[in-house]
């Protein structure tokens, strides 16, 4: 490019000659130049807004066209290639033997804010709080205005909540999408189901896992989704629960206990029909504040597997099964007794001496603990640890629940004289309301070994032999007999037979040594029918205090436990098919 000078010499001289000012030659040439600058300029601006012009029209052309597309095709072909039918929950359902729901998914809302674009947050507080009164209106308040950018308000909401939210009309309260976790039937198997909380939250997005219960020790497979939602079938029986819980806790109130826990189990398979621990809660809201340093008051804990207790005359069958089974003694041997005597180094008392001799059968149905104890120094220290451990009881149980793990019974650190006579009659030996059942099935099953599961079972095996069927078979005769004419005689149900032991501990002072006298565990381990045996009931109250129109409170099983379990019994044997049987060696002729 060649530029122009600003001051040409020929110019500048012909300007001179004729008397002119050479400097407007410069700024003469200065003005075209900058005019020839702008024109150049100005064309080019042009040709490029040209070419923008034409490339928004060719956009607006194709957008056109694809929502022309759009607004044309059929909505239906695009729904009808997704089923809700093929949607895949988060979480599996939880089902009792007999398909009911116990656990299922309902889509929800979890509540979130985000103070910064909150327009009156102290309103919002105000209103919320009517809402959700559990929340704290103070700290809510200090977060809503100091310089949080996220915070969580609920992490699950009703749609009722959701719409009194919605009517706030705030735009700093937000809703993140979740599933929630409902267990339709509110309490009933609430310990057995456990219950489930939020993990990695966003506002988009939660899991769901598992925090006790079933729920916990299945998360893998209930979060599974290459399962495709499979349900998780358990034993239970919700209309056998929901019949023990309500007679259970109805019973615990009439008696103003502080707990009570009942199980059904099947003396074949294992499996358990009902689990019960009151007091109880609703894993809908599990949330549950306690004050108390005593976790066996806490709603939250399993009475049937997590507490271990000394369960008094119940211990009493051991002895006698293994005297039995080595043919130290039969039904009918009978064995000196005294109101109080020394066994083995050890003082034994019977409170209820009546007769200084009583049969094998009628230790058991007299609950004798000078002839228990008698027996057991017959049997020796190792043969009786040899039969309590074939039954299960120095082990956790291996039911399929979170809170039974490494749950073992108590027993001495040295096992001497002394402990094999107080253990005989229940003391020194502390072990859960389950190790108690599955031991009783065992016994009483013709001897096979039983493995609690809450699982639904459909065929299992039998487990290996713990005695012989012969001492089976005596046994169930001798606590058929506690029944119509022991301790337990209140026991009797019309049209089922049952047989059982009762059992009353005195419980251990506390802060102190020694047993009080006031404060008992009550227990009645009873089975039906006797003939042929299919489940195990226990019913246990944790100290009952039951008078009854007596003049004193009766705290013994034979008034607590055992008129429960006779209730219980009566109400579900129809419900677990179980057809009554009479009498009929007298009939009645009817007039015509």
């Known amino acids: 490019m060649i530029r122009v000078p600003l001051r040409p010499l020929a110019h500048i001289l012909a300007v001179r000659s004729s008397g002119g000012n050479p400097d407007d030659i410069e700024k003469q040439n200065v003005n075209q130049r900058y005019i020839a600058y702008t024109d150049l300029t100005q064309k080019r601006a042009e040709r490029r807004l040209f070419f923008v012009g034409i490339m928004f029209l060719i956009s607006f052309v194709l957008v056109c066209a694809r929502m022309t597309v759009l607004a044309s095709s059929e909505v239906s072909s695009v729904l009808t290639e997704v089923s809700p039918s093929n949607l895949i929950s988060q979480r599996s359902n939880i089902l009792d033997r007999n398909g009911n729901i116990l656990a299922t998914n309902l889509p929800t809302f979890a509540l979130y804010a985000r103070p910064q674009v909150m327009i009156r947050p102290q309103l919002a507080v105000k209103k919320l709080i009517k809402i959700f009164p559990d929340l704290n209106a103070k700290k809510m308040l200090i977060d809503f205005t100091g310089q949080k950018t996220f915070l969580w308000v609920k992490d699950k909401l009703s749609p009722e909540q959701r719409q009194a939210v919605h009517e706030i009309g705030e735009p700093g309260l937000m809703y993140g999408p979740r599933e929630m976790r409902l267990y339709p039937n509110g309490r009933f198997a609430s310990h057995v189901l456990g219950g489930t909380r939020f993990n990695n939250q966003s506002a988009t997005n939660a899991d769901m896992v598992g925090n006790a219960g079933v729920e916990a020790t299945f998360n893998n497979y209930l979060s599974d989704r290459a399962d495709e939602g499979k349900a998780l079938q358990l034993s239970l029986d919700l209309s056998v629960q929901a019949a ?349």
Do not use: C
């Open 244 to 592: 023990v819980e309500n007679i259970l806790g109805g019973s615990m109130n009439i008696m103003r206990a502080k707990g009570a826990t009942s199980i059904v189990l099947d003396v074949i398979t294992g499996e358990i029909i009902t689990m019960v621990s009151l007091p109880d809660f609703d894993p809908n809201n599990r949330q549950i504040e306690f004050a108390g340093d005593n976790a066996n008051n806490n709603p939250l804990f399993n009475r049937a597997v997590q507490g271990v207790y000394e369960l008094g005359s119940t211990y009493k069958v051991f002895t006698v099964a293994k005297a039995l089974d080595l043919g130290l003694v039969d039904p009918e041997t009978e064995i000196d007794v005294f109101r109080k005597t020394n066994i083995l180094g050890t003082e034994v008392r019977d409170d209820h001496y009546k007769v200084p001799k009583l049969s094998v059968t009628d230790i058991l149905t007299e609950s004798s603990n000078v002839g228990t104890a008698t027996l057991a120094a017959k049997i020796g220290k190792n043969n009786q640890i040899s039969m309590l451990k074939d039954l299960g009881l120095f082990h956790p149980t291996e039911v399929e629940l979170i809170e039974a793990k490494g749950i073992t019974p108590l027993k001495p650190k040295k096992w001497i004289d002394s402990s094999t006579v107080t253990i005989s009659y229940g003391y020194g030996l502390s072990m859960s309301p389950l190790h108690l059942a599955v031991a009783y099935a065992t016994l009483i099953n013709g001897g096979f070994k039983v493995t609690p599961t809450i699982l639904k079972q459909d065929n299992k095996d039998l487990g290996r032999r713990v005695i012989s069927a012969e001492t089976s078979n005596q046994l169930r005769k001798i606590l058929r007999s506690v029944v119509q004419r022991g301790t337990a005689t209140l026991g009797n149900v019309e049209g089922y037979e049952v047989g059982g032991k009762t059992g009353t501990a005195n419980k251990q002072k506390v802060g102190a040594r020694g047993y009080d006298n006031d404060r008992v565990v009550s227990t009645f381990v009873s089975f039906f029918p006797v003939k042929s045996p299919r489940y195990v009931l226990l019913v246990s109250f944790d100290e009952p205090s039951y008078r009854g129109g007596k003049e004193k409170n009766e705290r013994s099983a034979g008034w607590t436990a055992v008129p429960v379990a006779a209730e219980i019994i009566k109400r579900i044997a129809p419900l677990l098919n179980l057809r009554p049987s009479f009498d009929t060696d007298q009939v009645v002729q009817l007039d015509r």
